[in-house]
């Protein structure tokens, strides 16, 4: 009995290891042979097929400026307000006195003679009278009180070697000297059909108004310097009446 049972189990045990190597042998994978592979390896026309690549897209380029750094200027140095004191004032208000006689205005014009008596200066209806206390260094001073106009004329003698743009630097040079302010440069123009060379200007507080002018008529040489309240500056009336009198200053006697 032993020896059946032993006989019958080395032919199970046998009878297993057939069929597990059995199995073995059909769960690897059959390998192909030559001929497999190289119609694998052949495109449908029979040509050998191309190695595939991948394919890449193509990169655009940009075209990239490169921006140079731009240097700032330095700023402007701030330069700090200072306060400067000037000796800077309008001219000196001389009291007037008309040969110690009341103000009385005459009707129709006057004269008044220049260059010992060769040169005559005619005012208008007779409201601009003599300042013998003036002290604009003219040969004679005028007031008018409607105006608060103050009128210095020159004629011949001290400035008749001059030339009338000189003669308007010189005095413009001199009065801003003393009242600061802006004044314009000399410069021709005409006055009622006169010719002459003019510069204006304002003192430094803007208190008063300034014209000087000097012409040459008939040989001979004229100056006028005005000084009027800011306000007055652009007064017709007394515009027309300093125009008059820039064209009625002759020498007593000439011929044309």
Known sequence: MNKQFRTLLASLMVGGLVIGAATSVSAEPATPDAATVNLALLGPDRSP?????A???PVRKQNVRRREPVAEPPAPPVKPFVYEKRECKTLTNAPFDINGQPWICQNGPTYYS???GNVHLWTPNGDTWVNKLGVMGADREFLNIEYCQRLGVWANGRIADQSTTGLVADMVKRIKGITCGTW????????????????TGYDEHGNYYYEVIALERFGNKYAFATRVPYK??????RNT???????????TSWSE
């Not at 097929?49 to 690549?53: D, M, T, V």
């Not at 314009?184 to 510069?199: L, Q, R, Y």
């Not at 009446?241 to 020498?251: D, S």
Request: proline share 9%; hydrophobic share 40%.
């Open 49 to 53: 097929r191309a190695p595939q690549r």
């Open 55 to 57: 394919v890449k897209a």
């Open 114 to 116: 220049f260059d010992e």
């Open 184 to 199: 314009t440069k000399p410069m021709e123009t005409n006055i009622a059909g006169v010719p002459v060379t003019m510069a």
């Open 232 to 237: 007055s500056r652009y007064s017709v009336h």
């Open 241 to 251: 009446e300093l125009a008059w009198m820039v064209t009625h200053i002759h020498p």
